[in-house]
């Protein structure tokens, strides 16, 4: 009897521990070179095993291998989580002296946790949503903003900061997993929207009203500009602004923003030159009816915010970070929660929008009711 192809998957994923001790214990393989051959052809094998699995199938979305392949790696990120942590031993040393050091940093450790632990999670239920013919879009969404969010920071962080002299052939298998999302974002924002059905009325009732006369959209449209206020200052912060604020705020409150990592300093950039924007367009989104891009946009973003503010928090107070750069504990609660404000407001905008579509939809015919279904 074929297993289900979600259990395959998942069985699969559980094998990265074993091929990382393995090689770990062959030194003819720790060298830079063979490093990123064994990682080429690990990958390609997992690919050959998935095409396998599923030869069975008909029809098998694209995605699926995208997904598949990227559990596989979910595995080798918490490993690394584990170990750098003290959890589990003999698996990464090989790795992290000859391939990609920066995967010590308590960033990194980080990432690879949300990589574990989420990633690992949302993979495996839309592999199962896929096989069952239900939507998994919005899952789909909500991973490719997370995993943008990661790369756009992980590659320009390594390549600034401190680790950027000590570059190894094993840093370039990172180039596919930069691509890769932004292809799979692009195909899912091409593919349909499933949604409830809402009757002509309620929409029409719902877009008349305006921002005041809507509280909750009100008060997300303020802590949206308070959002836009914080990425603008600390992104002058770690531009070297000379002013008091600036000066007090990065030595009293988040001296992290200056570990030489480059992390933090590339991730506060993101969010002047791309978050600040997009926080923009969502604050006029929430003001102008009939936007019914927000429903897609506002999952995107949940997800990139929520990944780069779990690093960021988690990084900053971490053991793997020199004291000097952790926040100071007499300053730990204002900073903390500012940053758990900042991941947390996309995440409710995006639940707004999910749970009550009415003000970001189109105009439909009269008589639908809000059980049926149709593709918007």
């Not at 990382?20 to 830079?32: R, S």
């Not at 995605?63 to 003999?90: H, P």
């Not at 990425?231 to 705020?249: E, I, K, M």
């Not at 993101?270 to 604050?283: E, K």
Request: aromatic residues 14%; proline residues 7%; contains cysteine.
């Amino acid at each position: 009897m074929i297993p289900p192809v979600e259990v395959s998957v998942f069985l699969i994923s559980l094998l990265a521990p074993g091929v990382l001790y393995t090689l770990n214990n062959i030194p003819a393989l720790q060298e830079p070179l063979p490093i990123l051959g064994m990682g080429m052809v690990i990958l390609g094998s997992v690919l050959f095993v998935l095409l396998v699995t599923v030869q069975h199938k008909n029809k098998v979305d694209p995605l699926f291998y995208v997904f598949a392949e990227f559990s596989f790696t979910c595995m080798v990120g918490l490993t690394n989580a584990l170990e750098q942590d003290g959890v589990i031993s003999g698996f990464m040393g090989f790795y992290l002296k000859m391939g990609e050091p920066h995967l010590s940093s308590a960033y990194a450790v980080m990432m690879s946790y949300w990589e574990g632990i989420v990633h690992f999670v949302l993979f495996q239920t839309i592999i199962h949503r896929m096989f069952k013919g239900k939507s998994y879009r919005s899952l789909g969404l909500l991973w490719a903003g997370s995993s943008i969010a990661h790369q756009i920071v992980l590659i320009p962080g390594v390549v600034i900061g401190k680790y950027g002299s000590d570059i190894r052939p094993a840093f370039w298998r990172n180039v596919p997993f930069f691509v890769v999302p932004f292809w799979a974002a692009s195909l899912l924002f091409t593919r349909p929207r499933e949604m409830p059905v809402i009757t002509a009325d309620k929409v029409a009732e719902e877009q008349k009203k305006g921002l005041l006369s809507r509280p909750v959209d009100l008060l997300l449209s303020l802590l949206l500009m308070g959002a836009m206020a914080f990425s603008v200052f600390r992104g002058f912060v770690v531009l070297d602004c000379p002013l008091d604020t600036c000066f007090t705020y990065i030595y009293q409150y988040e001296p992290y923003l200056k570990d030489p990592v480059g992390f933090p300093r590339v991730t506060m950039l993101v969010y002047l030159f791309y978050a600040l924007p997009l926080l923009a367009v969502l604050i006029y989104g929430l003001k102008t009816p009939g936007c019914s891009w927000m429903l897609d946009w506002t999952i995107f973003f949940a997800g990139a915010m929520a990944q780069s503010q779990w690093c960021h928090i988690g990084a900053s107070l971490h053991s793997r970070t020199p004291y000097t750069y952790r926040v100071p504990v007499d300053k730990r609660w204002p900073v903390i929660t500012l940053n758990v404000l900042l991941a947390a407001v996309p995440i409710l905008l995006a639940l707004r929008c999910y749970t009550n579509p009415a003000f970001f939809m189109k105009p439909v015919p009269k008589g639908q009711t809000s059980n049926e279904k149709k593709k918007d």
